[in-house]
């Protein structure tokens, strides 16, 4: 058998290899059987499929491999852009209680939150968790003092409760307590800023480091605003609260903000083409919130509402409110809804566009109609509670008793101990 006649075999490479050794050597020793060499192919054919299949292993793992590789770059940066878990909390070092009720201790109770947030009680406080979610959580002081320390974090949204006041932090430091027998509220700022709204004139009430507050809803009913170091003026006494008089005529309805529509793609270029500013959250975190203002007009305010991300959208948004300037802060507020049609800031600034146009207290067609924006829109959103107290009250004041009433009865269902309690339980039981 020579060379030519194993490669007219048909063998493989290697069989063919080895047959051309072996017959290299058949001349020499006598009684070898040449024939018996045939064999021997099979063996070598068996050998060879080995191998090959062994070879095709291997490629079709490395396939996988960079498949795998492929389907991991293209997933990361997507789940990133997934929501994070709602927060959680600990009660000194344990797991929460059941229903986030705090009862009063022997020790001083302190909830300590996942992103850095920390809430200390005074030993004979009751407080309760009310809600928790990605940016923040509310919590309820039923009675005793509170300090809290808000961690400065993009999108923070925390919002605590005392009696019918709620007070609304993005990041800061203060300190506040509540005492029901004397329906007092009493707030001290250590920095960033702060809004207190419930039953005051005049509407929201902003204090900044340094300030306090305190209100009485007793026979006085006065609110007292002591200015930080170096203020003008050693404070402020405003007017109690007092019951609304009906407005002399009711404004033409403002019709609805346009809805945008904007397909994917002009979504997603919009999204690329934002232009973060850094500091604006800090800033305002930090309670300069007329820096943020100052800093927008510096930029210039069309190129600053046309290209800045949602987040800084809704810091100057913030900061223009905290300002007074209403003005600026509709217009932030606007281009949030108009840029980022689909997001949680977009759906906020309904609410928040209903505020502004609330802010004579007197009520008016443009406000529900932002508040039952808002309610549709986000129907398990942070402000459901404060929209529909606030569509109540303002319905009650322009005389609209009958659909007040059953906002009043939807909110006692839904908000048993909201801040509007008292109000509406008042509506259902005057009917």
């Not at 290899?17 to 021997?40: C, K, N, Q, T």
């Not at 003026?233 to 809805?259: F, K, Q």
């Not at 793609?265 to 934002?274: C, G, I, L, P, V």
Request: charged content about 25%; hydrophobic content about 40%; aromatic content about 6%.
């Amino acid at each position: 058998m020579d060379r030519r006649n194993a490669t007219e075999d048909g063998l493989d490479p290697l069989a063919k290899g080895v047959v051309d050794v072996i017959a290299e050597h058949l001349d020499a020793p006598a009684g070898i059987d040449r024939g018996g060499l045939r064999s021997f192919a099979p063996m070598a054919a068996r050998m060879a499929r080995r191998q090959a299949r062994q070879r095709t292993t291997r490629i079709a793992l490395v396939g996988t491999s960079c498949l795998l590789a492929a389907i991991g770059l293209w997933l990361v940066p997507r789940l990133g852009d997934r929501p994070h878990a709602a927060l959680t909390y600990t009660l000194n070092g344990e797991p929460p209680p059941r229903g986030g009720y705090i009862a009063p201790s022997a020790r001083e109770p302190v909830l300590s939150f996942s992103d850095g947030t920390r809430v200390a009680l005074e030993p004979t406080a009751r407080a309760r968790v009310v809600d928790l979610d990605r940016h923040g959580a509310r919590i309820a002081l039923d009675e005793g003092k509170a300090h809290v320390e808000v961690a400065h974090l993009p999108g923070a949204d925390w919002r605590f409760e005392a009696g019918p006041f709620a007070i609304n932090v993005h990041g800061t430091k203060f300190s506040f307590g509540w005492n029901t027998r004397q329906a007092r509220l009493d707030v001290q700022m250590d920095s960033g800023v702060v809004s207190v709204s419930g039953p005051l004139s005049g509407g929201e009430i902003f204090l900044r480091a340094g300030q306090t507050l305190s209100v009485s809803l007793n026979d006085e009913g006065a609110v007292a605003v002591t200015p930080a170091v170096g203020e003008a003026g050693s404070g402020s006494i405003l007017p109690p609260p007092g019951p609304p008089t009906p407005p002399a005529a009711v404004p033409e309805p403002s019709p609805r903000e346009p809805e945008a529509r904007p397909t994917a793609r002009s979504e997603s270029r919009s999204e690329s083409r934002s232009e973060s500013i850094e500091g604006w959250a800090a800033k305002l975190a930090a309670g300069k919130a007329a820096a943020v203002v100052a800093d927008a007009e510096r930029r210039g305010l069309a190129k600053v509402l046309d290209w800045s991300s949602s987040e800084d959208l809704a810091a100057l948004a913030d900061a223009s409110r905290f300002e007074k300037n209403d003005a600026l802060a509709r217009r932030a507020l606007l281009a949030q809804r108009r840029r980022f049609p689909r997001s949680v800031r977009a759906r906020e600034a309904s609410f928040l566009l209903g505020r502004l146009d609330d802010a004579g207290g007197d009520g008016t067609e443009s406000a529900l109609g932002w508040y039952d924006q808002y309610l549709d829109e986000a129907p398990g959103g942070a402000y459901v509670s404060e929209a529909l107290g606030r569509k109540m009250m303002d319905l009650e004041r322009m005389h609209r008793h009958a659909e007040a009433i059953a906002v009043a009865a939807d909110y006692l269902r839904r908000f048993p101990s909201g801040i509007y309690f008292r109000a509406a339980e008042a509506l259902v039981r005057a009917r």
